[in-house]
């Protein structure tokens, strides 16, 4: 299972950690990625990060301004976010990769074998 939380409301420029608390399998085995959904439009991926932390990847719309993490002795993935827009207000999911040892990127969403419930970030002044 996937919990994601530390969205809300922020001005623009504001900054956003979101934080995904996994348990139920093994966390450090599996590449992670966030997503993010606004309604009507396709989730989009948003940043991935390998097994091991030690590669991190970004879409083009982010990089720069989010930082992927995780802490696998906490079973934790993090999202900070800084220098917000409000084209990034969307739902944001957590989700981890059916595979393990990979790196979590660039896959169909429905190569992602769990996901969170999502949590709401909204950029507004």
């Known amino acids: 299972q996937l919990a994601e939380s530390g969205g809300g409301l922020v001005q623009p420029g504001g900054s956003l950690t979101l934080t995904c608390t996994a348990s139920?399998?093994?966390?450090?085995?599996?590449?992670m990625a966030w997503f993010r959904q606004v309604p009507g439009k396709q989730r989009e991926a948003v940043s991935g990060?390998?097994?091991?932390?030690?590669?991190?990847y970004y879409a083009a719309s982010v990089k720069g301004r989010f930082t992927i993490s995780r802490d696998n002795a906490k079973n934790t993935l993090y999202l900070q976010m800084n220098s917000l827009r409000p084209e990034d207000t969307a739902m944001y999911y957590c989700?981890?990769?059916?595979?393990?040892?990979?790196?979590?990127?660039?896959?169909?969403?429905?190569?992602?074998?769990?996901w969170g419930q999502g949590t709401q970030v909204t950029v507004s002044s």
């Open positions: 989700a981890a990769d059916s595979e393990e040892y990979t790196t979590g990127w660039n896959k169909p969403t429905n190569e992602y074998g769990y």
């Open positions: 139920g399998f093994t966390f450090d085995t599996y590449g």
């Open positions: 990060i390998s097994f091991s932390g030690g590669s991190k």
